[in-house]
Each structure stands twice: as C-alpha cells, then as structure tokens.
C-alpha cells in the first residue's frame, strides 16, 4: 500500500520549454504533497508543500512563477516548470502524507529533467 | 540552521556482514528522526521512524539506534545483501512534516 507515482519519470527539452510532472498517490488520499530537488550527490530540499484545494507554499528561494504547483484532488498533483533552462535540469521527486502528526512521507520514484 | 550530517559518505562491505551507519543532527524543536533507503535513480523509501522519547527500532535486518540527548543516530544493517546496496538516508524532523535530509551515506555490498 502506499504507493505514489511519478510522471514523467525521463524528460530532455530545449531550452525555454514548460515542463509538467504529476504526482499521484494510487492507492490513499493525501492531504498534503511534498515537492523536491536534488542534485547530484546532495540531499533533498523541499520546494514547496501543498494541500489539497489550497495555494502551495513554497521554501525560500523557489519562484513560485517558476515552479507552478497545482493540488487539484486528493490523489493529484502537478508540477510545472516553466520556461525551463539547463540550470533547471535536477532530479524532482514528489512525496505523499496521509493525515496529520508524525507520518510517513512516501516518495514517488522521482523524474529527471534535462534541459539542453 | 536546521542541519543532518552523515558520516561515512560511502562504505563498501562484503556480502554477509554488518555494518553501521552514522548521523548527527541539529534540528528545533525535534521531533522525529527518520532512516530512509534511496536506490539510484529512484524514490525514497521509508526503513524507520522514532519519535523523540523512542531509543530503537528495528524492520527486519535493519535497526535504527536514537539518543536525543546527544543528537545522534545510527541504522545497523545484519547480515548484508547485494539488494542493500543503495544510499541511506537520514533525515531529522522539527514539529508535524518539517523535515531536513543528510546527503546519506552510499553503501555498497560485493559477493
């Protein structure tokens, strides 16, 4: 059980491309969505945090132009990446919380994003 | 400055044997700490969780060590396998969801 999927999990544009990647939870109800990044041999930092039917809120230092997060339902959300350059190519992983208090965070399998 | 380091950054062990896995943390208030398996390419996965007040837990060969005085962790890993090979994660939460990540440490396990 638990399980959160990552779409796409592969992604090679051109420079000035917007990028969507979804973010499902297939099997529970997430009341709130994480957004990662993670660069190679670094740890994962939060991006933003988003709660179904609410505006995200995001880490210092993340455009929210930019990184454009949408939690339409309670098993859905999407991540745009707007006029995405090669500085945007990273590692984006999406993770799922089910209820409140100390809960695991269960992470989808990530999407990697190169921008040529 | 919430932080998470651990040590060593990468370790290679035969297949058998058991190993120790270290982590430091300087997080407020804390609440949590977490051990997570990463493979490459790939999501993280949840090992274990212990609240503050817990001092172990364990999910089969893997056991996670707590001392909240000291800000200190450990994953003990029995009995290694090839299918251990990956990098663990350790990560120490601040209230409900706040989370911070190490870099964790890459293991590798050889025949």
């Known amino acids: 059980g638990a399980v959160v999927s990552q779409h796409p999990s592969w992604v090679i544009c051109k420079s000035g491309t917007s990028v969507k990647i979804e973010c499902r939870s297939l099997?529970?109800?997430?009341?709130?969505m994480f957004w990662y990044r993670q660069f190679p041999k670094q740890s994962l930092m939060l991006m933003a945090t988003?709660?179904?039917?609410?505006?995200?809120?995001?880490e210092q230092g993340v455009e929210k132009d930019k990184f454009l997060i949408n939690h339409a339902s309670l098993t859905l959300s999407t991540l745009t990446v707007t006029s995405a350059h090669p500085e945007d190519s990273s590692f984006y992983i999406c993770?799922?919380?089910?209820?409140?208090?100390?809960?695991?965070?269960?992470f989808g399998d990530g999407t990697r994003l190169s921008i040529l | 400055k919430n932080q998470v380091e651990q040590s060593p950054q990468s370790l290679i062990i035969l297949e058998g044997k058991n190993c120790t896995l270290q982590?430091?943390?300087?997080?407020?208030?804390?609440?949590?700490l977490r051990w997570y398996k990463q493979d490459t390419g790939r999501g993280p996965v949840s090992l274990t969780i212990?609240?503050?007040?817990?001092n172990t837990k364990s999910n089969g060969r893997y056991t996670a060590t707590l001392d909240a005085d000291t800000k200190q962790s450990s994953l003990h890993i029995t009995a290694s396998q090839l299918s251990d090979s990956a990098s663990y994660i350790c990560?120490?939460?601040?209230?409900?969801?706040?989370?911070?990540f190490g870099k964790g440490t890459k293991l590798s396990v050889i025949p």
């Open positions: 988003s709660n179904e039917g609410s505006k995200a809120t995001y």
């Open positions: 993770s799922a919380r089910i209820g409140q208090g100390v809960q695991p965070q269960h």
């Open positions: 099997d529970f109800q997430a009341t709130t």
């Open positions: 982590c430091n943390y300087t997080v407020s208030p804390f609440s949590n």
């Open positions: 212990m609240t503050f007040s817990e």
């Open positions: 990560v120490a939460g601040a209230g409900s969801y706040q989370l911070t």
